[in-house]
């Protein structure tokens, strides 16, 4: 049965997701304004959606699988749950408002995403009437529509320009989620496509570590660079001394190849990893 999956066609989600896939070994020849894919390879449809809109299919049981964001799952209220983080479009979802205000409690806040704020407001307890807009918030408060606005928010430059200030803490910390159906079980297809990507996120935060080191060193350079079950060790032709291959995270390997050259370790070389399963 073919794999149904929603593809954001737009936007900060749009152009990685579809480097993830083709890094997963889907997509490989998709354009970049087709509606509709088949992967004739892999068996999967894959459908280009605006990702507001690819929770609701995908909670309604329309589709297998889809990514969109946190904040536009939590928005939507569909019955649609969390499968994996995929490590990009990174946000956070504020309030803001001008200098001096220091609570929304009986405020109109203005939002494009209603069910986002509903939601916080109802975990809260907060008494609070929301403006629903289209679009860009920013000049609600300036326009005379709202006290505040409730927004995502990257850099925060765009409420700045607006005369706004950020409050509080992030009402929702945000990024790009796989998502299925809440109340069906994955299916083998559904299940590989998991592992695939799975497979992309820890070969995005490891890279392969090849060092040569003295094997009375072994043990210490063993503590430095563990690799996930145990390193590699195979002998060199030169007695006393073996290669040495483990995994390291991507964010640690210039510590880590400090450390093995300063105990001893030559021909230290990084690689990177393409795909893996663990």
């Not at 983080?85 to 220091?102: I, K, P, Y």
């Not at 006290?147 to 929702?172: E, H, K, S, Y």
Request: some cysteine.
């Amino acid at each position: 049965m073919t794999l149904k999956v929603a593809i954001p066609n737009k936007g900060q989600l749009g152009d990685p997701a579809r480097q993830m896939l083709r890094e997963a070994g889907y997509l490989r020849s998709a354009g970049a304004r087709e509606l509709l894919v088949h992967d004739p390879d892999n068996d999967v449809d894959f459908f280009f959606l605006r990702p507001k809109d690819i929770a609701t299919y995908v909670g309604q049981g329309t589709l297998d699988l889809g990514i969109t964001g946190r904040d536009m799952l939590v928005d939507s209220g569909a019955p649609a749950a969390e499968v994996v983080e995929l490590g990009f479009g990174h946000s956070t979802f504020r309030l803001a408002a001008q200098n001096g205000v220091d609570s929304v409690a009986g405020k109109r806040i203005a939002t494009s995403y209603p069910g986002l704020l509903r939601d916080w407001l109802e975990r809260t307890g907060t008494d609070a009437t929301v403006v629903r807009l289209d679009g860009a918030v920013e000049n609600a408060v300036q326009l005379g529509v709202a006290d505040a606005v409730a927004d995502v928010v990257d850099t925060g430059n765009t409420l700045r320009q607006a005369g706004l200030v950020v409050l509080g803490d992030p009402l929702l910390r945000s990024q790009a989620l796989l998502v299925r159906p809440a109340h069906t079980r994955p299916n083998a297809a559904e299940e590989t496509f998991v592992r695939r990507l799975q497979g992309v996120i820890v070969a995005r935060a490891y890279v392969m570590v090849d060092y040569d080191i003295a094997e009375e060193l072994l043990d210490e350079a063993s503590r430095i660079t563990p690799g996930l079950e145990s390193p590699t060790v195979s002998p060199l032709k030169e007695p006393g001394w073996v290669a040495v291959r483990a995994m390291v995270e991507r964010v640690r390997v210039h510590r880590v190849m400090d450390e093995l050259f300063e105990l001893g370790g030559r021909a230290i070389l990084v690689t990177d990893i393409h795909a893996c399963r663990l």
